[in-house]
């Protein structure tokens, strides 16, 4: 380049992957606290991002925001040509006092899905959760694992592009947990886009393909999963990942 070529400035308005979801600067203060500080993401429309932190980063209510759930105090979120519909499956689901077959039927009312295609539809989203031998059994009398599979199942309903996972395996044994990374797996390769917290360093790096890791509502770091788990460059996630407690 000559000395005198004109630099051209990128400008954060620029889309560079418009079937991204963008996140520009994002905050969330609360009573003085800045919960949510700048977080700037462009997020891939494919594969499993995987959003990590400490306690209290911020974790759950970024994906609230995303949701639009809870308005942010400034900041905008993009979604892009490859999303549509987005899910959200809470750390503590309700599932309805009724049996599995009605909890999912009534998603997909309420997702508009045409009586006739009704019934094929279930049977396909019970088979996906494995569930399909307690399809009359009371949801809230399955397990914890059960009740998460039925619950992620129920978020497909409404055939997202993009579903939400807030700690899916949180107070599950490793079999149950298991099963669920399983179901998520099979529904990222069935072309849904999924952003999972999680507190589980081994799964993050069991399913992530790339790292969102939030440290006091800030991204401290958004890379492959195999560079953040091998190479994290900054020092909160290096401490992280060696277990220090972060503040
Ligand atoms: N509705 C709310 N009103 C006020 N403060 C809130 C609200 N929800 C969350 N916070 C605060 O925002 C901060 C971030 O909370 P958040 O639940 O998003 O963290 P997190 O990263 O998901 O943590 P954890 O891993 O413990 O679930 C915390 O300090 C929390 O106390």
Do not use: C, W
């Amino acid at each position: 380049m000559s000395e005198s070529a004109e630099v051209v400035p990128i400008r954060p308005s620029i889309r560079l992957d418009t079937d991204a979801l963008t996140l520009t600067d994002i905050r969330l203060s609360h009573e003085g606290r800045n919960l949510l500080d700048g977080v700037i993401a462009e997020i891939s429309s494919n594969g499993i991002t995987t959003l990590i932190g400490p306690n209290g980063a911020g974790k759950s209510l970024l994906l609230r925001v995303i949701m639009d759930l809870v308005k942010p105090t400034s900041g905008v979120v993009e979604f892009g040509d490859g999303f549509e519909h987005p899910a959200l499956v809470f750390q503590r689901p309700i599932l309805l006092r009724r049996s599995v077959r009605a909890n999912l039927n009534h998603a997909l009312k309420l997702a508009k899905v045409p009586k006739a295609d009704r019934s094929g539809r279930l049977a396909e989203l019970l088979v996906a959760a494995d569930l399909t031998r307690l399809a009359e059994n009371p949801a809230r009398a399955l397990s914890g694992g059960e009740q998460q599979r039925l619950s992620i199942v129920r978020a497909l309903a409404s055939n997202p592009s993009l579903l939400l996972l807030d700690e899916p395996t949180a107070s599950l044994d490793p079999s149950a947990t298991k099963a669920i990374e399983d179901l998520i797996r099979n529904t990222s390769a069935a072309g849904v886009k999924i952003i999972l917290v999680t507190h589980n360093r081994a799964q993050a790096k069991r399913l992530a393909d790339d790292v969102l890791f939030l440290h006091q509502g800030k991204i401290a770091e958004h890379t492959l999963a195999e560079k953040f788990f091998q190479a994290p460059q900054s020092d909160a996630a290096k401490g992280y990942l060696a277990g220090d407690l972060l503040l």
